[in-house]
């Protein structure tokens, strides 16, 4: 009998582990954005086209990559963040899985350009479905530029499965408010079909919340700080009154990386408690910073799910600090400031 089993062809291996990073355009931008974040970038840029199903392109001022780290920034399990199985547990970039440009490049067509700062020239190079196609220097500033172009071409069954651009552009929207909110001290734009949507100056978190959502934020902040071996707790909350209707303006981000998490987003509610018009959710951008060897990123490849060793301090720290700020602006004289 013939043996059956045989090994898969890297562009296959890519595009089947693509799958679980790329899944819409708005997740190239987050990881593009956050590898720009992570090369020390104070400048970042990202231009969009046809809600991301066209183009994708960031270009940043960061560290860039030389001639060969270019060529390997695309190779799968390759990174310059982490090297030993200590470093998984003290993660402090936002990458690290080094599995993002390899999954984007078996799945679109990539031109990537880079230079590093102490180089006389970069580096450009053309991959299309993991295939490198060229690779020459080019003259270039510092940094790096980063083209994604036509998005699951060689994949139609997930092309077709992509949704309106206005649903698309949302996700996208979604991501960049994230990224530039959990780094205000970084200037970020972002241009739509050539139109530009945010012009975003380096500023303090709550000038950048104002830039982002808008004027009417401006009174409506009430800032959230503590201060506890466990965890440091900062950021604003929305002032009840000002909760809306609709969820979607609710932020943690726990040492910079934006996170989901049922269980805090109830300890920020109870913090309300009888505060909040029913069935209204209130508005919070909140920061958690905490040992990184107390929590578990690695849990889901897009690490929007972590996981606390401690989460029910947490838990009751984020209520107490959310509690304090409420009441220390005067909402609220009868609230209890147990914990
Ligand atoms: P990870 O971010 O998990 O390391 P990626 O596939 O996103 O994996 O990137 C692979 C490597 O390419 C990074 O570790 C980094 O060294 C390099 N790289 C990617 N994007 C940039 C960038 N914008 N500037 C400088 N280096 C980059
Ligand atoms: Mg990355």
């Known amino acids: 009998m013939p043996d059956i089993i045989n090994l898969l062809p890297e562009y296959l291996a890519n595009q089947i582990a693509a799958g679980e990073v790329v899944q819409r355009p708005a997740s190239v931008v987050k990881e593009l954005m956050e590898n720009a974040v992570d090369a020390g970038s104070t400048n970042i840029q990202l231009i969009v086209k046809e809600a991301g199903k066209t183009l994708i392109q960031v270009v940043d001022n960061g560290i860039g990559m030389s001639p060969t780290d270019a060529r390997m920034s695309f190779e799968r399990h390759a990174t310059s963040k982490i090297k030993s199985t200590e470093d998984l547990f003290r993660i402090r970039t936002m990458g690290f899985r080094g599995e993002a440009l390899a999954s984007i490049a078996a799945v679109a067509q990539v031109e990537l350009k880079t230079k590093r700062r102490e180089a006389d020239t970069g580096t450009r190079l053309v991959i299309e479905g993991s295939e490198v196609i060229n690779q020459e220097p080019v003259a270039m500033p510092d940094g790096t530029n980063l083209c994604v172009k036509n998005l699951f071409f060689n994949v139609p069954a997930r092309r077709n499965f992509l949704k309106s651009n206005a649903v698309e552009m949302r996700h996208i929207l979604d991501e960049f408010t994230r990224i530039s909110l959990s780094h205000p001290d970084m200037a970020f734009s972002l241009y739509q079909n050539d139109l530009e949507v945010f012009q975003l100056p380096a500023a303090k978190l709550s000038q950048r919340i104002v830039a982002i959502f808008g004027k009417s934020y401006k009174e409506q902040l009430a800032a959230c700080e503590e201060n506890t071996p466990t ?60 040992d990184p060897e107390s929590i578990d990123i690695n849990v889901h490849p897009t690490k929007t799910e972590i996981k606390f060793d401690d989460e029910k301090t947490v838990y009751a720290i984020v209520r107490a600090a959310v509690k304090q700020s409420l009441g220390l602006n005067n909402i609220a004289p009868s609230l209890d400031f147990e914990g």
Do not use: C, M, W
């Open 231 to 290: 965890v440091k707790v900062s950021g604003y909350v929305g002032k009840p009154e000002f909760a809306k209707k609709s969820r979607g303006e609710q932020f943690f981000f726990v040492n910079n990386r934006y996170i989901r998490n049922a269980y805090l987003n109830h300890a920020v509610l109870t913090a309300y408690e009888g505060l909040l018009p029913k069935d209204s959710f209130p508005f919070y951008v909140l920061f958690l910073q905490l």
